[in-house]
């Protein structure tokens, strides 16, 4: 089993509907990232989470809003999603109390189309 | 925030071959640390090789090498023994200590093997 899972793997949706995009780790982890991944811009980051009550915005936080249900789980959602927000979008994990050398590591994607 | 560079957005290597992709970055900090990311086709984001900037020695993975040159802040990966499978964008991030283990990504290489 993969130990970053990410629901749905895809998702077609209309503009202007309520979204959410799930992630959960079983490596215990305590932080967590949102990032999107646009064609020529690389990954770029939304929110991270450094635990449930530590929540912080990235480069790219408006339009989305994310909640940390508990350690192991991390959902990002867009209100009211709108055609620029058609991305694929990644969650990822990191441990820095083994090193700070420490990679992050990713779910296997989410790609989202907003009609 | 950081500045991360790669200025090939698509390269090409016959199989067997040898390939150098150039990253570079922009930063203040004398210590952080800077990774190489695969990701193939099915999108997975697999890390590569990882290097700290306190270590003058180029890190090393069986056909994977970096040529770390602090002084002109350039990272670029080097592929040796081309394979299929290399096939894939390679991405090269960047991470700073104690910014939450924060990434900063470069915007990708696209590179293919040809058989």
């Known amino acids: 089993d993969a130990d970053v899972t990410q629901t749905p793997r895809n998702r077609i949706t209309k503009t202007g509907k309520r979204i959410m995009l799930e992630c959960s780790q079983t490596k215990g982890h305590d932080r967590m990232y949102w990032y999107r991944q646009d064609p020529g811009l690389g990954l770029r980051l939304i929110y991270y989470?450094?635990?449930?009550?530590?929540?912080n915005k990235g480069e790219i936080s408006d339009g989305y809003s994310v909640s940390r249900q508990a350690q192991a789980k991390f959902s990002l959602s867009l209100e009211s999603a709108i055609p620029n927000q058609t991305a694929l979008y990644f969650c990822?994990?990191?441990?820095?109390?083994?090193?700070?050398?420490?990679?992050?590591?990713f779910g296997d994607g989410t790609r989202l189309s907003i009609l | 925030a950081q500045t991360v560079t790669q200025s090939q957005p698509e390269m090409s290597v016959q199989e067997a071959e040898t390939v150098t992709l150039s990253c570079t970055y922009d930063t203040s900090e004398s210590n952080y640390y800077l990774f190489w990311y695969k990701q193939p086709p099915s999108r997975q984001m697999i890390l590569v090789i990882r290097q700290e900037a306190y270590k003058q020695q180029n890190a090393t993975e069986n056909r994977f090498s970096v040529n770390f040159q602090k002084a002109a802040k350039s990272f670029s990966l080097k592929i040796s023994d081309s394979q299929l499978g290399d096939t894939a964008m390679y991405f090269c991030a960047f991470m700073k200590p104690n910014t939450g283990n924060q990434f900063y990504f470069g915007t990708g290489t696209s590179l293919t093997v040809i058989p």
């Open positions: 989470s450094f635990d449930v009550k530590d929540i």
């Open positions: 990822a994990t990191s441990d820095p109390r083994t090193g700070e050398n420490q990679p992050q590591h």
